[in-house]
Structures are given as structure tokens and as C-alpha cells.
């Protein structure tokens, strides 16, 4: 079993900033891409950003240039660093990872976060 648990989320202004962390745990053996998605209300999930253990990036045109995923390989975790806040940037955000456990070590598996609410508003 693998548990991933989000943090960091939060009321902001637009224009402010917001650091959101993701620590995964459990019966780990690697995990290959780690990513951030999120939901905005009656919006179907996106994906904002994911990357890669060597380090590549991906982010969704929206976020370009705004924010900023990196991870941690030694402690399973990953952050993403949103500046320049937006109002259509509030959704609850969920952290995703590619899991390769020690009951399933020849392949990976998606696990997921439970999520933790942006609200960017004045």
C-alpha cells in the first residue's frame, strides 16, 4: 500500500503565492513520475504539472512560467511552487505517482492524494 498526502493549501490573494507538498510512503520500491492535477469546481481534472525521477518537467500552457514542480527522490516527495495566483487557479489539487511497491515490483501503479483546496481571492 502506498499513501500519498498532500499539503500546503490555502486562501491566497490573486498575485500571491503558495507552496504545496507531496509526501508518498508505504511499501515503496521507486516511483517514476510524480505529477500535480487539480479540479476546479464543475471542471473536469487536468493536469497542471508532473515530472520525471531525472528531473523533466511538464506543466499545462495555463501555469507556464508561473509555476514550478521539483522533487525530493529521496524522500518521495514532490512541491509545486505556484506564484502570480490567479482566481482560475482555485481547485482542489491532487497529487498523482507511478508507483512500483514490493508486492508489485515488476510494474508501476497510479496512486492518489486525497487533495488540498486552493482558493485564490481577494
Known amino acids: 500500500q502506498v499513501q500519498l498526502v498532500e499539503s500546503g493549501g490555502g486562501l491566497v490573494q490573486p498575485g500571491g503565492s503558495l507552496r504545496l507538498s507531496c509526501a508518498a510512503s508505504?511499501?515503496?520500491?521507486?516511483?517514476?513520475?510524480m505529477g500535480w492535477y487539480r479540479q476546479a469546481p464543475g471542471k473536469e481534472r487536468e493536469l497542471v504539472a508532473n515530472i520525471n525521477r531525472g528531473g523533466i518537467t511538464n506543466y499545462v500552457d495555463s501555469v507556464k512560467g508561473r509555476f514550478t514542480i521539483s522533487r525530493d527522490n529521496a524522500k518521495n516527495t514532490i512541491y509545486l511552487q505556484m506564484n502570480s495566483l490567479k482566481p482560475e487557479d482555485t481547485a482542489v489539487y491532487y497529487c498523482?505517482?507511478?508507483?512500483?511497491?514490493?508486492?508489485?515490483?515488476?510494474?508501476?501503479?497510479?496512486?492518489w492524494g486525497n487533495g488540498t483546496l486552493v482558493t485564490v481571492s481577494s
Open positions: 508505504g511499501s515503496i520500491l521507486s516511483i517514476n513520475v
Open positions: 498523482n505517482a507511478d508507483v512500483k511497491t514490493t508486492s508489485r515490483w515488476w510494474g508501476g501503479m497510479d496512486y
